[in-house]
């Protein structure tokens, strides 16, 4: 004989229901961002082999594919924008000069090897590239772009696939890393020695897990927007100025 209470089995019922309900709707959200992060292949495809173009490139995978989401979904990172502070900035400050030092000395060591020099700038020129983009596109890339793909990468599809506290080797924060590296070879294939691609992709994975632990362990997006900007985006800024 059922001995539970009428009124609390009515209760329980659309409590389960709606748990079940907003259980699916996470599902489908979660769908959504995966299906999002494999946008970028399909746009930078379009810009760098069909428009053959890096303005178009630049213009279908910032505004066409980041920013829209980015907006929708801006309340997932706008309790996020939390200033750093001082030691954070410094920290900043001396990765970014280490790294630039490293670059030169890697670079100088073995660029011949890792770049194709002829083969980048010819891929560059063929897609609008001139020399007088030079300053322009350095100072579009440590600002303007790390801004938008941490809000994307990190502030929209790591906040919307896990929780605050879900540990890095669960998926969440594997597909949001490994999808952020994958589009790279893109444009990594541009530049870089075929024998060096895995390697450059497995950097760009490992620079994505970084800036992950770091929103994580910080709670700011903008510490990671700085370490994108001013270190890593930084250091391709770097090896650009030393090709061309």
Same mark, same amino acid.
């Given at each position: 004989?059922?001995?539970?209470?009428?009124?609390?089995?009515?209760?329980?019922?659309?409590?389960?229901?709606?748990?079940?309900?907003?259980?699916?709707?996470?599902?489908?959200?979660?769908?959504?961002?995966?299906?999002?992060?494999?946008?970028?292949?399909?746009?930078?495809?379009?810009?760098?082999?069909?428009?053959?173009?890096?303005?178009?490139?630049?213009?279908?995978?910032?505004?066409?594919?980041?920013?829209?989401?980015? *907006?929708?979904?801006?309340?997932?990172?706008?309790?996020?924008?939390?200033?750093?502070?001082?030691?954070?900035?410094?920290?900043?400050?001396?990765?970014?000069?280490?790294?630039?030092?490293?670059?030169?000395?890697?670079?100088?060591?073995?660029?011949?090897?890792?770049?194709?020099?002829?083969?980048?700038?010819?891929?560059?020129?063929?897609?609008?590239?001139?020399?007088?983009?030079?300053?322009?596109?350095?100072?579009?890339?440590?600002?303007?772009?790390?801004?938008?793909?941490?809000?994307?990468?990190?502030?929209?599809?790591?906040?919307?696939?896990?929780?605050?506290?879900?540990?890095?080797?669960?998926?969440?924060?594997?597909?949001?890393?490994?999808?952020?590296?994958?589009?790279?070879?893109?444009?990594?294939?541009?530049?870089?020695?075929?024998?060096?691609?895995?390697?450059?992709?497995?950097?760009?994975?490992?620079?994505?897990?970084?800036?992950?632990?770091?929103?994580?362990?910080?709670?700011?997006? *903008?510490?990671?927007?700085?370490?994108?900007?001013?270190?890593?985006?930084?250091?391709?800024?770097?090896?650009?100025?030393?090709?061309?």
């Amino acid at each position: 004989m059922d001995s539970t209470p009428d009124n609390l089995t009515d209760s329980s019922a659309p409590d389960l229901q709606s748990r079940q309900e907003r259980r699916a709707r996470i599902t489908r959200h979660q769908i959504l961002i995966v299906v999002w992060t494999v946008l970028p292949w399909l746009l930078l495809s379009l810009g760098l082999d069909y428009f053959k173009s890096i303005l178009w490139s630049f213009f279908l995978y910032h505004c066409c594919c980041l920013m829209p989401i980015i *907006i929708y979904r801006r309340k997932s990172w706008q309790a996020h924008l939390i200033r750093p502070t001082g030691r954070q900035f410094a920290a900043v400050v001396a990765a970014a000069l280490l790294l630039v030092l490293l670059t030169f000395i890697l670079h100088h060591f073995i660029g011949r090897f890792a770049i194709e020099r002829q083969h980048a700038l010819a891929a560059m020129s063929m897609r609008g590239f001139q020399p007088s983009w030079l300053v322009p596109l350095s100072i579009y890339f440590v600002t303007v772009n790390p801004i938008i793909e941490e809000l994307f990468w990190r502030g929209v599809v790591l906040n919307d696939l896990c929780e605050d506290r879900q540990e890095m080797h669960r998926w969440p924060y594997i597909w949001t890393n490994i999808s952020f590296a994958a589009w790279h070879l893109l444009i990594i294939r541009l530049f870089v020695s075929a024998v060096f691609i895995p390697l450059a992709l497995a950097t760009v994975a490992a620079v994505g897990f970084f800036m992950s632990w770091l929103y994580r362990r910080t709670g700011s997006v *903008i510490v990671p927007i700085l370490w994108h900007g001013l270190v890593f985006d930084l250091a391709v800024i770097v090896i650009l100025w030393l090709i061309v």
